[in-house]
């Protein structure tokens, strides 16, 4: 139940993995359907919104995972209660991709990574703004600052892979 709860939050927020794999139950704001993300460095934060669904899903495995959890403060854990490692979420999610024949052409690996769950996020959030005819040019910035991109030209390169083509017009 981790490894789906943990993917399901990296799809449903946009986190970067180091974000998922740091954060803390008392990160999570239930009532108002919040998350802090925090940086690696332990300085700046961001709050996200997250849909009732995934506030749910979240809910569920905390109260499934309390006892193996004990005391600590971390969301995703081991069956032993440790803080997940990155090098063992990797090797179990191309694990799952090869099970479910889940391959890509391009790229330096046959597998996707957890992180392109990431840009496939950002994608469906431009698409979806697309099909409610939402202007991307005014959109970007909005989407930026939720994924804590520090520059606005990390977020334009989803724009290829979401505005539609002139042949569409």
Not at 6 to 32: C, H, K, M, Q
Not at 127 to 148: F, I, N, Q
Request: proline share 4%.
């Amino acid at each position: 139940m981790t490894m789906r709860t943990f993917l399901l939050f990296l799809y449903g927020t946009g986190a970067r993995v180091y974000e998922a794999i740091n954060l803390r139950v008392s990160d999570v704001d239930f009532p108002n359907n919040l998350v802090s993300l925090r940086q690696p460095d332990g300085g700046r934060k961001r709050m996200l919104p997250i849909g009732r669904t995934l506030g749910n899903t979240l809910d569920l495995y905390l109260q499934s995972s309390a006892a193996q959890r004990g005391g600590a403060d971390f969301v995703f854990v081991t069956r032993d209660g440790k803080r997940l490692i990155r090098h063992s979420l990797r090797y179990k999610f191309v694990r799952m991709c090869a099970r479910a024949r889940i391959h890509q052409e391009q790229g330096y690996s046959p597998t996707p990574g957890m992180h392109d769950l990431r840009h496939t996020f950002a994608v469906h959030v431009l698409e979806a703004w697309v099909r409610e005819g939402k202007d991307l040019r005014l959109k970007l910035p909005v989407l930026s600052g939720y994924m804590g991109h520090a520059l606005l030209k990390s977020t334009e390169l989803y724009l290829r892979t979401a505005e539609p083509s002139q042949d569409s017009f």
